[in-house]
Nanobody, 115 residues
Framework: QVQLVESGGDLVQPGGSLTLSCAASGIIFSSYAMAWYRQAPGKQREAVAVITSGGSTNHADSVKGRFTISRDNAKNTVYLQMNSLKPDDTAVYYC?????????WGQGTQVTVSS
């Protein structure tokens, strides 16, 4: 059974930092590209950052320079370090694992940026 379990979401003030984690089980983690998506109320889900099985990364323009995706294959975990958070970053953040046409999703973790 495949499970992606996100954690680390919280309420944080503008300018603050958070680190999200996603622990995977039931897959050969090192073979999968891992990504973070987010969905704000009333908006479509959007890709935030992706890291390939080889460790190459790509970040959305809206978070470039503020967010960093990383992975630890020994721990089957992918991370999203978020700095300089803005109210526009408020959303449910989802972890995903993708290999060819296979795509798994986590249940999401809420990030709220507000003073």
């Amino acid at each position: 059974q495949v499970q992606l379990v996100e954690s680390g979401g919280d309420l944080v003030q503008p300018g603050g930092s958070l680190t999200l984690s996603c622990a995977a089980s039931g897959i050969i983690f090192s073979s999968y590209a891992m990504a973070w998506y987010r969905q704000a109320p009333g908006k479509q889900r959007e890709a935030v950052a992706v890291i390939t099985s080889g460790g190459s990364t790509n970040h959305a323009d809206s978070v470039k320079g503020r967010f960093t995706i990383s992975r630890d294959n020994a721990k089957n975990t992918v991370y999203l370090q978020m700095n300089s958070l803005k109210p526009d970053d408020t959303a449910v953040y989802y972890c995903s694992a993708q290999l060819r046409l296979t795509h798994y999703w986590g249940q999401g973790t809420q990030v709220t940026v507000s003073s």
